[in-house]
């Protein structure tokens, strides 16, 4: 069974830093793609960042710049590396583990950023 466990939110002041992590157990970590995603309150589901199994990055405009994502697929895990928050980053971010014909997704960890 899949399962992915995020860890690394919290909150943080305008400007700083946080890192995310997803951990996957269950299924070898490396055929797989994983993209991070955050829901603000009262808003859709965005797509933040994805990076392929074989390591291709893609972020959405808002975040280009500020957050890298990475994979270490020894150790089954994916980070989002968040910096220079802003106020607007506030969401609770989810991770989703996906190839074609399958994903899962993570419990979601929460990012407040304060002024």
């Known amino acids: 069974q899949v399962r992915l466990v995020e860890s690394g939110g919290g909150l943080v002041q305008t400007g700083g830093s946080l890192r995310l992590s997803c951990r996957v157990s269950?299924?070898?970590?490396?055929?797989?793609?994983m993209d991070w995603y955050r829901q603000a309150p009262g808003k859709q589901r965005e797509l933040v960042a994805t990076?392929?199994?074989?390591?291709?990055?893609e972020y959405n405009e808002s975040v280009e710049g500020r957050f890298a994502i990475s994979r270490d697929n020894a150790k089954n895990t994916g980070y989002l590396q968040m910096n220079s928050l802003k106020p607007e980053d506030t969401a609770v971010y989810y991770c989703?583990?996906?190839?074609?014909?399958?994903?899962?997704w993570g419990q979601g960890t929460q990012v407040t950023v304060s002024l």
């Open positions: 990076i392929t199994r074989l390591g291709s990055k």
């Open positions: 269950g299924v070898p970590f490396s055929p797989y793609n």
């Open positions: 989703k583990l996906w190839r074609e014909g399958s994903y899962s």
